[in-house]
């Protein structure tokens, strides 16, 4: 433990020091940083990092579950609170701004293991099953709509799914390169609503 470490029932110390990973990933890159470099801006030593986590990769995949969840778990309000899916999917695509840091952050993920999974099988297998569970989250929603017939009945649900991963994809690494900004990203979500209620 580093100087001025507070000491932390074990749930909590993993807790924080995945959410340090996930700002310091974020920041970074999952090839780049390091587990000292976490370690150091959780505020406790590399070997304690490790009796956590066993290695890098297993504390990326925590990282990435946990900002997963908490973006379904913003999402999953959104969608208790609004009756009509539609109107739900306008406001999961805005979010606020608590649901768009984790929007941000899960994309950024994703862009770094997409760079590292063609090396990686263990990474790449983790994130075929990570983006099904997601694409599945949204396929589920777009068939309610369906049900609730405010989306078009023909619209395949499954390759819709895949179109919202594929934007929230594109949004990262558009922003990252200066290729597209906010009114952009809006306008591409908006032309996504018209194509599935036409």
Same mark, same amino acid.
């Given at each position: 433990?580093?100087?001025?470490?507070?000491?932390?029932?074990?749930?909590?110390?993993?807790?924080?020091?995945?959410?340090?990973?996930?700002?310091?990933?974020?920041?970074?890159? $999952?090839?780049?940083?390091?587990?000292?470099?976490? !370690?150091? +801006?959780? &505020?406790?030593? #590399?070997?304690? @990092?490790?009796?956590?986590?066993?290695?890098?990769?297993?504390? $990326?995949?925590?990282?990435?579950?946990?900002?997963? !969840?908490? +973006?379904? &778990?913003?999402? #999953?309000?959104? @969608?208790?609170?609004?009756?009509?899916?539609?109107?739900?999917?306008?406001?999961?695509?805005?979010?606020?701004?608590?649901?768009?840091?984790?929007?941000?952050?899960?994309?950024? @993920?994703?862009?770094?293991?997409?760079?590292?999974?063609?090396?990686?099988?263990?990474?790449?297998?983790?994130?075929?099953?990570?983006?099904?569970?997601?694409?599945?989250?949204?396929?589920?929603?777009?068939?309610?709509?369906?049900?609730?017939?405010?989306?078009?009945?023909?619209?395949?649900?499954?390759?819709?799914?895949?179109?919202?991963?594929?934007?929230?994809?594109?949004?990262?690494?558009g922003r990252r390169v200066g290729l597209l900004d906010?009114?952009?990203?809006?306008?591409?979500?908006?032309?996504?609503?018209?194509?599935?209620?036409?």
């Amino acid at each position: 433990m580093t100087a001025g470490a507070t000491r932390l029932p074990a749930a909590e110390r993993r807790l924080e020091l995945i959410e340090t990973a996930v700002r310091v990933f974020s920041e970074g890159s $999952y090839r780049g940083t390091t587990t000292a470099e976490i !370690a150091r +801006a959780a &505020g406790v030593s #590399e070997p304690t @990092l490790y009796r956590h986590f066993a290695s890098k990769r297993e504390l $990326y995949f925590a990282a990435l579950d946990h900002v997963w !969840a908490e +973006a379904r &778990g913003a999402w #999953e309000k959104v @969608l208790a609170d609004e009756p009509d899916v539609l109107v739900a999917l306008d406001k999961v695509g805005r979010g606020h701004f608590a649901v768009r840091d984790c929007k941000h952050q899960l994309s950024e @993920l994703w862009v770094q293991a997409l760079s590292e999974a063609t090396e990686d099988p263990v990474l790449r297998k983790y994130l075929r099953r990570h983006l099904r569970e997601v694409h599945d989250f949204f396929a589920d929603l777009l068939r309610r709509g369906q049900d609730e017939g405010v989306l078009h009945p023909d619209r395949d649900v499954d390759a819709e799914a895949w179109n919202f991963l594929a934007g929230s994809i594109l949004g990262m690494v558009g922003r990252r390169v200066g290729l597209l900004d906010d009114d952009e990203v809006g306008r591409i979500r908006s032309s996504r609503l018209a194509w599935l209620t036409a």
